[in-house]
């Protein structure tokens, strides 16, 4: 299978706003190859050393890499980008080129280093190594075509939501698992059982790749099929089924959909954990979630980006 990679060179300013933007066609996947904080860097301060190659990077501009499958249509996607950046005023450089999917896997893989997320997660590339510090807890992951590393903003969050939240024994459920991190983050945090769901059976596998790479005692089980359609084998499957923790990081409308049936779901005192929402969408999350009886708990937002925590 080839990929179509769009190239958008922007300033670094922009680079969350256009992120924003490009993540609403929802047709592929995307990162942003952003310097300009690299000093800022966890593991840059705790280490000191940082290569020589990206030292010498430009941290005022940045790439936005956007993937889409080969049967989608460039020119339409091209035309949307154009015309949203225009109205947000992001000054850009849009060219594009087709990749093979070994490229479109391994294009990023240089750019993706260990990452310490909230009091313990450390998420390290399985091709990086690491020396735990004391209390430290390594997750080792291989995104591959299903994206999700945890440097994304909406990502970090909610892994930094769940490591306060899931406790021993808990029972996860985590719609639109992508990479498969949020249920193995919360299989280390202690969980019992993790099921994570995904339209993509791409994502399916590569979450059972990366569970095999991490040790906990829970259980993990992945399943591709789409708990929005109330005729799904999932819905029947979990009928009657409850879960602790249930965490859907993926965009603003499917989150709203999702509230209206999910806390079917959700033990009387769980938490629903969404992600993913840009901040011009958050009120319309919000709206949906108080309609449906959701008590918002707490929120946290990075660089434009909104996770919420929800009570029942």
């Not at 080969?70 to 339409?76: A, G």
């Not at 995104?143 to 930094?160: R, V």
């Not at 084998?233 to 049936?261: E, P, Q, T």
């Given at each position: 299978m080839?990929?179509n990679?769009?190239?958008?060179?922007?300033?670094?300013?922009?680079?969350?706003?256009?992120?924003?933007?490009?993540?609403?066609?929802d047709?592929?996947?995307?990162?942003?190859?952003?310097?300009?904080?690299?000093?800022?860097?966890?593991?840059?301060?705790?280490?000191?050393?940082?290569d020589?190659e990206?030292?010498?990077?430009?941290?005022?501009?940045?790439?936005?890499?956007?993937?889409?499958?080969?049967?989608?249509?460039?020119?339409?996607?091209?035309a949307?980008?154009e015309?949203?950046?225009?109205?947000?005023?992001?000054?850009?450089?849009?060219?594009?080129?087709l990749?093979?999917?070994?490229?479109?896997?391994?294009?990023?893989?240089k750019?993706?280093?260990p990452?310490?997320?909230?009091?313990?997660?450390?998420?390290?590339?399985?091709?990086?190594n690491?020396?735990?510090?004391?209390?430290?807890?390594m997750?080792?992951?291989?995104?591959?075509m299903?994206?999700?590393?945890?440097?994304?903003?909406?990502?970090?969050l909610?892994i930094?939501?769940?490591?306060?939240?899931?406790?021993?024994?808990?029972?996860?459920?985590?719609?639109g698992?992508?990479?498969g991190?949020?249920?193995?983050?919360?299989?280390?945090?202690?969980?019992?059982?993790?099921l994570a769901?995904?339209i993509?059976?791409?994502?399916v596998?590569?979450?059972?790749?990366?569970?095999?790479l991490?040790?906990?005692?829970?259980?993990?089980?992945?399943?591709?099929?789409n708990?929005?359609?109330?005729?799904s084998?999932?819905?029947?499957?979990?009928?009657?089924?409850?879960?602790?923790?249930i965490?859907?990081?993926?965009?603003?409308?499917?989150?709203?959909?999702?509230?209206?049936f999910?806390?079917?779901?959700?033990?009387?005192?769980?938490t629903?954990?969404?992600s993913?929402?840009?901040?011009?969408r958050?009120n319309?999350v919000?709206?949906?979630?108080a309609?449906?009886?959701?008590?918002?708990?707490?929120?946290?937002?990075?660089?434009?980006?909104?996770?919420?925590?929800n009570?029942?």
């Amino acid at each position: 299978m080839k990929y179509n990679e769009l190239l958008i060179k922007i300033s670094s300013v922009d680079g969350e706003k256009a992120s924003a933007i490009a993540a609403m066609l929802d047709i592929g996947g995307l990162y942003l190859e952003d310097y300009s904080d690299m000093m800022d860097c966890d593991l840059v301060k705790q280490i000191g050393l940082i290569d020589e190659e990206l030292l010498a990077k430009d941290t005022t501009k940045a790439t936005l890499h956007v993937y889409l499958p080969e049967n989608i249509s460039v020119d339409e996607a091209s035309a949307y980008l154009e015309e949203r950046f225009t109205s947000e005023n992001v000054k850009y450089e849009l060219s594009h080129e087709l990749i093979d999917e070994e490229a479109y896997a391994n294009s990023w893989k240089k750019y993706y280093k260990p990452l310490k997320i909230g009091e313990k997660i450390v998420v390290c590339p399985l091709w990086e190594n690491y020396d735990l510090k004391d209390g430290e807890v390594m997750l080792k992951i291989d995104p591959g075509m299903a994206f999700g590393t945890g440097t994304h903003e909406t990502t970090s969050l909610c892994i930094e939501y769940l490591q306060k939240v899931v406790k021993e024994g808990d029972k996860i459920l985590d719609v639109g698992c992508g990479s498969g991190i949020l249920s193995i983050t919360s299989l280390l945090c202690g969980a019992r059982e993790a099921l994570a769901l995904d339209i993509d059976p791409n994502a399916v596998r590569v979450s059972y790749e990366n569970a095999e790479l991490n040790k906990y005692d829970g259980k993990f089980e992945a399943v591709c099929d789409n708990i929005l359609d109330p005729e799904s084998d999932i819905r029947k499957k979990l009928n009657g089924k409850k879960y602790d923790v249930i965490v859907a990081n993926i965009v603003a409308d499917i989150i709203i959909r999702l509230s209206d049936f999910i806390q079917e779901y959700l033990e009387d005192n769980g938490t629903f954990i969404v992600s993913g929402i840009i901040t011009e969408r958050e009120n319309d999350v919000l709206d949906a979630l108080a309609k449906n009886g959701f008590k918002v708990l707490d929120r946290s937002e990075k660089k434009g980006w909104v996770c919420i925590k929800n009570g029942r």
